[in-house]
């Protein structure tokens, strides 16, 4: 049994969040199905990302797992064309 955690829907799924204020508490025991602990192992250790090379991760969905694989040949800092202004609030 859970107390105190955060229930987010994110894209019609359900999410908690367990944060350091929250309770678990021992229950009895419960039936689960097969394919919801095969799912719960899945969600705790995920396979392993697929090695892309930079292109490739680049032009990746937002939000896509991948390892990254290729050679540096270049570090710099990026330049910004804009000025920013700054106020004091």
Request: glycine share 4%; aromatic share 2%.
């Amino acid at each position: 049994m859970l107390r105190d955690v955060i229930k987010k829907d994110e894209g019609g799924k359900l999410e908690l969040v367990v944060t350091k204020m929250s309770k678990v508490f021992m229950s009895t025991m419960m039936a689960i199905e097969a394919d919801k602990i095969a799912e719960g192992h899945l969600l705790l250790n995920p396979p392993p990302a697929p090695s892309v090379t930079l292109k490739d991760a680049l032009a990746s969905p937002v939000k896509t797992r991948c390892t990254v694989t290729g050679k540096v040949v270049q570090n710099s800092q990026r330049k910004l064309n804009s000025q920013v202004t700054f106020m004091h609030i």
